[in-house]
């Protein structure tokens, strides 16, 4: 078992309201799974996506990852996780626009201390891998939105973590470039790679193996995707 | 995650970053490099001023002793030294006797008179009278005519050296040698002219006019106490001389032994000590003013990095994201604060020497910088940096990754 949550809550506090934002969620996923979360807006997608991606601690719960408990790991132990276990790919890139592509798919191996000549032979194999050969020291105004989602993806790779977290990353591409992204995805996912997919569109929901529905905070459906998205269809 | 790939990834960073904001980069030094300029110009001032203030010194002889009544930098009671007993040609003629560190002894007595010739008068000028020791003591020559001796002395002639001032003054075209000169109610041969030696402190030491010691008792009176210059082979031997002067001293004047000292025996280099605690105020207050102008500029360096970690909150956030640990960013935004100071610090060092300099070419100060001085400026320009951009770089270590990067 790769993800082990259990009971996972995530309240924020809002002066003096709480907001419940994940109200016990129970989630296993397996090495090699490609898992799709959807759900409506404000069903708590995000919020998870980042407890899983370790970028935010529950209030509640417990969370295994790789047979780690992370919910209990200092800050430092967890930016040592997310460096190492986890390839982030975010609705907007979020590239850094002064560094170069190649500089930008190095950023993981940096923080791991990887020397720079290999450094820069696994970024440039990252970039090989997602089709951008020919765009290794463009800089990400220089490139279009599908090409800088696929350097985003190269990033992810290049520190060849266990889980791949996508937010919504076909949520800023028109649709012909938005499949390009899915394309890739379903590659990697051949390709043996563990994957985690936001997204609030069913019909790419039911192209994955798996989908998982949160509602309000909680887990209510989980099953193969054309069952899970088409129910989704339905309501 | 080590600390040389901290620094190193943050050096990049920090150079990247001020290359992309050139401007601001530049606008945000100049605080500190004023700052730095002045403490740089400062130091280089005070530092000639001290080397031109010794070279002065030298001139009032660094190898003397002047044995007076009382003491030049006066600590206690004023009129516990006036009602001492005064000191006279006796006790000059004892000490020559006497010592055997003194190379000369000049007996001396002042005061101020008018001096004319002809039409030209020049007012308030020091008459001295003294020896022929008086040249070795002082240290002046005489570059025209000759002294006076010892039958000058026992036979009270009116004869004068005249130091340049008096020479500027009295004889602008004529030549001073044999002109009859008028000092109060007497007239004087001029037999001969000194070096000059210019000024110690702002006060001239040329508008003097030397005459025999006797000669000058028979006009003015023998009731003034007068002073005794005496020279020593070496500035080694000072301390030992000023002891044998103090025994020679109590014995000529009978002082008994339970009493303290009634007369001073004073060094140039006291002045030395009263000078530096002169200058020594004022370059405090020129610190403090550059220290000012530092803290400004400081305070400008924090409020550009403030400003830099605010720009720069999504990628703060994605830096996180990606493994980067909060030490990572403290150190990040610190450098890039220092690298800003230390480019200051370049400027500023640049523009207080070349303030230095400047000083030295258009003044009598010799304004001189030490190499070092170069380093501590740069140096010291960084620290500021490290003071004033650690609280915003810690800020942006402290900022939620989930929140930075959700930063629009
Ligand atoms: N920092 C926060 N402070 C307070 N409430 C928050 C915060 N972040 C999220 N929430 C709340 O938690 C709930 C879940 O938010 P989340 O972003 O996970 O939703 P989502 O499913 O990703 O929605 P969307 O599809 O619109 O992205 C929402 O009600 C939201 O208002
Ligand atoms: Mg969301």
Known sequence: MLIQLSGIERTYTVGTEKVHALRGVDLSIDAGEWVAIIGQSGSGKSTL???????????????FLNGKDVARMDDDSLADVRNREIGFVFQNF?????????????????????????????????????????????????????????????????????LLLADEPTGNLDSATGEEIIKLFTQLHEQGHTIVLVTHEPKLAARCPRAVRLSDGLVVADGPGKEVALISVAA | ????????????????????????????????????????????????????FAKQLESLGSSTLYIQKSPWVQMGNWWEFRNRKDLTWAHAEGVRRL???????????????????????MAAVEISGTTSDYLQVTGFE???????????????????????????????????IGAPIRIGDRVYTVVGTLSRKGKILDESQDEIVLIPFHTHQSQFGAQRSIAIGVSVATPDALDAAEDQLVGIMRRLRQTPPDKPD???????????STYNQLTGALFGVAVGIGFITLLVGGIGIMNIMLVSVRERTREIGVRRALGARKRTIVVQFVLEAMTVSAV?????????LGGAKLVSLVTPLAATVKPGTVFFGVGFAALVGLVFGIWPAFRAAQLDPVEALRHE
């Open chain 1, 49 to 63: 996506m980042n407890v899983i991606g370790c970028l935010d601690t529950p209030t509640r719960g417990t969370y």
């Open chain 1, 94 to 162: 979020q590239l850094l626009p002064r560094e170069t592509a190649l500089a930008n798919v190095e950023l993981p191996l940096v923080y791991r201390g990887v020397k720079a000549a290999v450094r820069h032979a696994r970024a440039q194999e990252a970039l090989v891998k997602v089709g951008l050969a020919d765009r290794v020291h463009h800089r990400p105004n220089e490139l279009s939105g599908g090409q800088r989602q696929r350097v985003a993806i190269a990033r992810a790779l290049a520190g060849e973590p266990s």
């Open chain 2, 1 to 52: 995650m080590n600390a040389r790939i901290d620094i190193l990834e943050g050096s990049r960073i920090a150079l990247k970053s001020l290359r992309a904001h050139r401007l601001r980069t530049l606008l945000t030094t100049v605080g500190i490099g004023i700052g730095v300029a002045t403490l740089l110009a400062i130091l280089g001032i005070t530092q000639g001023l001290d080397t031109s």
């Open chain 2, 99 to 121: 010592s055997t560190y003194a190379t000369a002894v000049a007996p001396m007595v002042s005061r101020n008179e008018e001096v004319k010739f002809h039409d030209l008068s």
């Open chain 2, 142 to 176: 005489i570059t025209r005519g000759r002294f006076f001796g010892e039958s000058d002395d026992d036979s009270r002639s009116t004869v004068a050296v005249l130091g340049m001032d008096v020479v500027d003054t009295l004889f602008p075209h004529s030549d001073p």
């Open chain 2, 262 to 272: 009634d007369f001073a025996i004073n060094r140039p280099e006291q002045l030395a």
């Open chain 2, 344 to 352: 200051g610090g370049a400027l500023g060092t640049a523009l207080g």
